[in-house]
């Protein structure tokens, strides 16, 4: 679009945007009306009284034109200067002088030289910068260069800054006011945002709407969607967990049965599928009894990986901590992200010879590798690896025991749960798969 470009430059927090949206109009405004008092009142102004003052100098001047004498002009001079209030020389001092200087914030002086120059053709020099207080011309005469100074009073108007420091100060006052009063309806939308993005996360923080109607209103939504949520994963939990936990029962009786048949093929074959039944119930019952009685706690991650890595290694697993990077600790659910990095472990090593666990620390988000040197996952596949049930045969190795396809599931469903995500790659390292799961703090 043709105003992407400005995207870049606009802030990106609510009370900054606030901010540009209140200081633009208001200094848009003080600009355009300072720019037309100054152009059309203040400088037609100053013009009507500078040539004002051009009708006095003009008749000074043609007075002492007309006079015979030198001495004739200056009692002239002196008859008429006080009641023009004028301050007149003649002949003026010789002194070295620029040409027409003026002070570069002497916004009206600029009108007040032009309009001298243009009505007054003897006019030698006009300075305002010597006394702001004062205007000083050098005019020629018959009798040589004449000085004379009159009050600036009489050519613009007195301390016209005035105006733009009361509009300015004005401007800022109202802006404070407006910003305050602003601060106060965006507060509202901070809480609910705090409270989606920690619920994001996996927190549960205190929230009440507040603020404008809109923005109850979206409040009230998210509470309904919170809770709705919840209870869904209540509801999940307490399902998985009641089913698992009644199928024991039936699978106990298939096993005390097939050990009292006698020995065969299908008998074994049996044997082997109520043992991955087996299996899939006991994951399915670990994971929920965890999720539901885990808590979110500050932990040291880098204590928490260190820990996972020496119980596999006292189990037989052939698996090294690698890269240790950030110190800190952040809150998650210590017991649901270990069964995660378990079950991407137990992967590993299940399809691969050797596994490597990397943690990075940083202040926006937990990230945990861990590698292998087994065939890996092709690409095309790795969102299918992540589904529930799914075992990728062709692409895994099984000699060690299969499955029951709920290992990446569960642990893309527990990152999710934390605000993170997991993500499937190629190991640089050991050639195999490297299972990354990020969370943030």
């Given at each position: 679009?043709?105003?992407n470009?400005?995207?870049?430059?606009?802030?990106?927090?609510?009370?900054?945007?606030?901010?540009?949206?209140l200081?633009?109009?208001?200094?848009?405004?003080?600009?355009?009306?300072?720019?037309?008092?100054?152009?059309?009142?203040?400088?037609?102004?100053?013009?009507?009284?500078?040539?004002?003052?051009?009708?006095?100098?003009?008749?000074?001047?043609?007075?002492?034109?007309?006079?015979?004498?030198?001495?004739?002009?200056?009692?002239?001079?002196?008859?008429?200067?006080?009641?023009l209030q004028?301050?007149?020389?003649?002949?003026?001092?010789?002194?070295a002088r620029?040409?027409?200087?003026?002070?570069?914030?002497?916004?009206?002086?600029?009108?007040?030289?032009?309009?001298?120059?243009?009505?007054?053709?003897?006019?030698?020099?006009?300075?305002?910068?010597?006394?702001?207080?004062?205007v000083?011309?050098?005019?020629d005469?018959?009798y040589?260069?004449?000085?004379?100074?009159?009050?600036?009073?009489?050519?613009?108007?007195?301390?016209?800054?005035?105006?733009?420091?009361?509009?300015?100060?004005?401007?800022?006052?109202?802006?404070?006011v407006?910003?305050?009063?602003?601060?106060?309806?965006?507060?509202p939308?901070?809480?609910?945002?705090?409270?989606?993005?920690?619920?994001?996360?996996?927190?549960?923080?205190?929230?009440?709407p507040s603020?404008?109607?809109?923005?109850?209103?979206?409040g009230?939504?998210?509470?309904?969607?919170?809770?709705?949520?919840?209870?869904?994963i209540e509801q999940?939990?307490?399902?998985?967990?009641?089913?698992s936990?009644?199928?024991?029962?039936?699978?106990?009786?298939?096993?005390?049965g097939?050990?009292?048949?006698?020995g065969?093929?299908?008998a074994?074959?049996?044997?082997?599928?109520?043992?991955?039944?087996?299996?899939?119930?006991?994951?399915?019952?670990?994971f929920?009894?965890?999720?539901?009685?885990?808590?979110l706690?500050e932990?040291?991650?880098?204590?928490?990986?260190?820990d996972?890595v020496?119980?596999?290694?006292?189990?037989?697993?052939?698996?090294?901590?690698?890269?240790?990077?950030?110190?800190?600790?952040?809150?998650?659910r210590?017991?649901?992200?270990?069964?995660?990095?378990?079950?991407?472990?137990?992967?590993a090593?299940?399809?691969?010879?050797?596994?490597?666990?990397?943690?990075?620390l940083?202040?926006?988000?937990?990230?945990?590798?861990?590698?292998?040197d087994?065939?890996?996952?092709?690409?095309?596949?790795?969102?299918?690896?992540?589904?529930?049930?799914?075992r990728?045969?062709?692409?895994?190795?099984?000699?060690?025991?299969?499955?029951?396809?709920?290992?990446?599931?569960?642990?893309s469903?527990?990152?999710?749960?934390?605000?993170?995500?997991?993500?499937?790659?190629?190991?640089?390292?050991?050639?195999?798969?490297?299972?990354?799961?990020?969370?943030?703090?």
């Amino acid at each position: 679009m043709m105003f992407n470009w400005l995207k870049r430059y606009v802030p990106r927090g609510i009370y900054a945007r606030a901010a540009l949206i209140l200081l633009v109009p208001i200094i848009t405004l003080q600009v355009v009306v300072s720019v037309v008092f100054i152009q059309r009142h203040f400088e037609d102004v100053t013009r009507q009284m500078t040539r004002s003052l051009v009708l006095d100098l003009e008749y000074l001047r043609s007075g002492v034109e007309q006079a015979k004498t030198p001495e004739e002009a200056r009692l002239f001079i002196r008859t008429i200067q006080d009641p023009l209030q004028l301050n007149v020389a003649l002949p003026a001092h010789k002194a070295a002088r620029e040409v027409d200087p003026r002070l570069f914030y002497d916004l009206s002086g600029r009108v007040v030289i032009s309009t001298l120059r243009e009505q007054i053709e003897e006019l030698q020099a006009v300075d305002l910068a010597q006394s702001t207080r004062r205007v000083q011309m050098w005019m020629d005469t018959r009798y040589g260069e004449m000085y004379v100074s009159v009050s600036r009073g009489r050519v613009s108007a007195s301390n016209p800054h005035q105006f733009l420091v009361l509009m300015v100060f004005v401007g800022a006052v109202m802006t404070l006011v407006a910003f305050v009063f602003l601060r106060n309806q965006l507060r509202p939308i901070r809480r609910l945002a705090r409270a989606a993005e920690a619920f994001g996360k996996g927190r549960v923080i205190p929230y009440k709407p507040s603020g404008a109607t809109e923005v109850r209103s979206a409040g009230s939504a998210f509470l309904d969607m919170r809770n709705r949520i919840e209870r869904q994963i209540e509801q999940r939990t307490m399902m998985l967990s009641g089913v698992s936990h009644d199928l024991r029962t039936p699978l106990t009786r298939l096993k005390l049965g097939l050990s009292m048949l006698d020995g065969g093929s299908d008998a074994e074959d049996l044997n082997r599928d109520v043992e991955e039944m087996e299996r899939l119930l006991d994951e399915f019952l670990a994971f929920a009894r965890g999720d539901a009685l885990d808590d979110l706690t500050e932990v040291d991650p880098a204590t928490l990986v260190r820990d996972l890595v020496e119980n596999t290694r006292r189990g037989g697993g052939n698996v090294a901590v690698g890269r240790i990077e950030g110190k800190g600790r952040s809150i998650l659910r210590p017991v649901a992200v270990t069964r995660a990095l378990d079950n991407l472990l137990g992967n590993a090593l299940r399809y691969g010879n050797r596994a490597v666990v990397n943690m990075f620390l940083t202040p926006r988000s937990l990230r945990i590798t861990i590698e292998d040197d087994g065939p890996g996952i092709p690409e095309d596949r790795r969102e299918e690896a992540m589904k529930p049930f799914s075992r990728l045969d062709a692409a895994r190795n099984q000699n060690r025991g299969g499955g029951v396809g709920l290992g990446l599931a569960i642990a893309s469903d527990i990152a999710r749960r934390h605000g993170g995500a997991l993500r499937l790659e190629v190991s640089a390292e050991l050639g195999g798969l490297r299972a990354v799961i990020i969370l943030p703090r």
